[in-house]
Every structure is written in C-alpha cells, then in structure tokens.
C-alpha cells in the first residue's frame, strides 16, 4: 500500500515541489489548506487532481487532529508560516500564533493521535541573525533578528523538546534561502527577477529595493524539498544545516538578473527606504556538511544558473499575458 504524508503549506513555494516529489516517489499526499475568500491553488493546479486537499489551519488546533483522524498520514511536513520577514514587524503577534505556536498543535496533535507519525520542521536561517559564527553549522547559537526569526527559533526548540520528551521522530531542517521561479513575488530575488523581466520589455522602468549589501545563501528550491524526505527516511530524527555554502550579495543579484534580461542593472535599480528593515540579517553562509555526510544533501543548480532561469521564466509567463 502506497505510504500517506500530509503537507501543511501545500499551496506555497516549497509545498508545490515537495507535493510532486512525493507524488514521483508513490505516495498518496494529503494537503492541508485554509480556507480564503478565493482559491489560491496556482502553483499545485497542475497535480490538483492528484492530491487530497483538506480543510484546516494551524491557527484551529482541532483542524488538525481531525485532518491527522481521518487521512492517517505516516509522515507530516510542517510547511505552514507567516513566512515573510517583513511582514513579522507590522504583524507579530499573528506571526507568533503561526509559525511558533502551530508548531506546537501540530505537534500536539500528533502525540495525541499517532506517535508513530515521523513530522518534518520547516526550520530557518533566519534563527540565526546577528550570526555568531561563519560559517553557520547545527552548533552556532542562533541570535534572531525579527519577529519571524524569534517565532522560528520557538518552532526549532519545541520540535526539539518533544522528541526529547516523547520520544517523536521529530526533525527540524535548517533551511537557508532557497528560491524558484514559484517564489513569492514580494521575497527578494522574485521580485528583481520578475522587476528586471518587467523592464526588459518595456511595462516599468525600475525596480525599488532596500539594503542591497545583505548578503544570502541562496539555493534551488527544488533542490532542497529533497533533503526534508530524506530526513523523515533516517532511522533517528535529527537536525540539519541545509546550505549551499556560498554566499552572495543583493547587488550581485540584481547584476546577474539585469544582465540576463540583457540590462545594466545600475540604470534600473532604486534604493526605497520603506524595503530597509528595522533589524537587518547582515550574512547568512551555512555549512552543510552534516547533510552531505548523513544525507547525500547536493543541489543540481548553482547561484548563476538559477536567477538566470528565474529571469527567463517571468520573461516567458510576461510575454504570454501580453
Ligand atoms: P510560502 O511560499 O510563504 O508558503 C507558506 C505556506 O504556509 C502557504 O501554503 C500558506 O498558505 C501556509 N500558511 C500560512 N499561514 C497558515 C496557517 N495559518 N495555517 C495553515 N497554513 C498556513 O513559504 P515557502 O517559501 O514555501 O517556505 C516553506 C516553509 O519553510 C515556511 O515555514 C518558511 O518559513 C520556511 N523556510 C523557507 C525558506 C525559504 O527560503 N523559502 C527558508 C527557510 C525556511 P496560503 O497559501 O494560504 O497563504
Ligand atoms: N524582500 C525584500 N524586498 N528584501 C530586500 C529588498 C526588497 O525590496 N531589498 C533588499 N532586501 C534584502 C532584505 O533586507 C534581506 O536582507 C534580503 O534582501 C533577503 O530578503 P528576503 O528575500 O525577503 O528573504 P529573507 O532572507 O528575509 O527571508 C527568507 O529566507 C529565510 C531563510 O533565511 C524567507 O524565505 C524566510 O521565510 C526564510 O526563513
């Protein structure tokens, strides 16, 4: 019999590519959605009829025992968060609710309907901010930054604590920046992909940006759905680095994506005060070399090779809606 995982966050970046990954590897996926006044499905449309979509939100935590009751998963990826950095300043207490505190009902839930469950979280780089170390491994002492970074921080510790307490096979990937051409449209390199596709033919003239020196590992979003199956495949639950160990600049994105769109990224390029945030992460490098060693952790496209395909997917999408 195919084996059962329930995605929270199905509907997001990450959420899409580990749905098809799943579905590759023969397994029947479950999805949990919440409800808004219109569907937001686009990036799972293309493998809806394939899913199981069922209603709940990390905000209700009954939602989520009744999803665990009756679709029975065997393996739970917690995908779900208010998940932009920006946006945990004007709504904190939300972000909280969310990305902190559903960590705990899901985690809840699972203890009280299967234990057996094996439950992924989507921890982050962000934890570890003003960084206390370069590069940054499973060791480094996190030091967030913003809102999001404190609320990940409190997911990262509680999927700690109930392995530790309940002996869950509970894992928290640590994930560092990972991109796609399904990448929200408001997160740094979509947006000067998309701005930079947007001038190329001619439907604005710039593109408005805050802190340009900021400096991310930025990988392959594809890429690194993998690596969250893997962990839920060892026989110990863990935690894990997930980086390309390479880091680069907002500048050097925005030299990149112009050039692919054919442009010079200093004629085009603003600086807007209201994108600099009140607390900045400066350098974000990981180490992955525990994920190398335990689980085979590789990406298949480099910092170039993905902005430049992220540039000619949103001049291929612009150019069909014209
Ligand atoms: P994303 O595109 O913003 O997707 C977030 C998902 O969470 C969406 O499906 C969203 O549903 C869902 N969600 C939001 N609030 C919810 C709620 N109250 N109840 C249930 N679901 C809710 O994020 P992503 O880039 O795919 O990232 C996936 C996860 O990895 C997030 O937890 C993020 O914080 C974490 N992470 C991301 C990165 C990265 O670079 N992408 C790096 C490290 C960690 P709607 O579609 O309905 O809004
Ligand atoms: N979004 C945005 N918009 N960021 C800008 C802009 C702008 O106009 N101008 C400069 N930046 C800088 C930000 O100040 C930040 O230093 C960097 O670009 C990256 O910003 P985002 O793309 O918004 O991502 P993030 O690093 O804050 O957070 C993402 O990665 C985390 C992992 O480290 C999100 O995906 C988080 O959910 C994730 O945990």
């Not at 917690?78 to 920006?86: K, P, R």
């Not at 409190?154 to 509970?170: D, F, K, P, Q």
């Amino acid at each position: 019999m195919a084996r059962r995982a329930l995605i929270i966050g199905i509907t997001g970046q990450d959420g899409s590519y580990l749905a098809e990954l799943l579905l590759e590897l023969g397994y029947d996926v479950v999805g949990m959605v919440r409800r808004s006044s219109t569907v937001n499905f686009e990036r799972i449309a293309h493998i809806q009829d394939r899913l199981t979509l069922v209603p709940g939100d990390l905000l209700d935590e009954a939602s989520i025992v009744e999803v665990l009751r009756s679709h029975r998963p065997e393996e739970v990826y917690n995908l779900g968060a208010q998940s932009f950095v920006q946006t945990s300043w004007g709504q904190p207490v939300l972000t909280g609710e969310v990305t902190a505190l559903g960590v705990t009902r899901v985690l809840d839930a699972i203890r009280m309907t299967d234990p057996e469950i094996r439950f992924y979280q989507a921890s982050s780089s962000e934890m570890f901010g003003k960084v206390q170390q370069v590069p940054q491994t499973e060791a480094t002492p996190f030091y967030p930054r913003s809102p999001y970074g404190v609320a990940k921080v409190y997911g990262h510790w509680i999927t700690v604590n109930y392995r530790e307490s309940y002996g869950l096979h509970a894992s928290s990937g640590i994930l560092f920046n990972h991109e796609s051409p399904r990448r929200g449209l408001e997160f740094v390199t979509r947006k000067v992909t998309h701005g930079a596709a947007r001038v190329a033919l001619g439907l604005v003239d710039h593109v408005s940006l805050g802190n340009l020196d900021a400096q991310r590992d930025w990988g392959y979003a594809a890429d690194f759905v993998w690596v969250m199956w893997r962990m839920l495949q060892q026989d110990q639950p863990g935690d894990y680095v997930v980086a390309t160990g390479e880091t680069h600049s907002v500048a050097e994105l925005c030299e990149l994506a112009f050039s692919a769109a054919g442009l010079d990224w200093r004629d085009h390029v603003r600086i807007d005060p209201r994108f600099i945030r009140p607390a900045e992460v400066d350098l974000l490098v990981g180490d992955p070399a525990k994920a190398e060693r335990e689980l085979g952790w590789e990406r298949t496209l480099d910092f170039a090779g993905l902005v430049e395909t992220m540039v000619k997917a949103d001049l291929a999408a612009l150019e069909a809606q014209r």
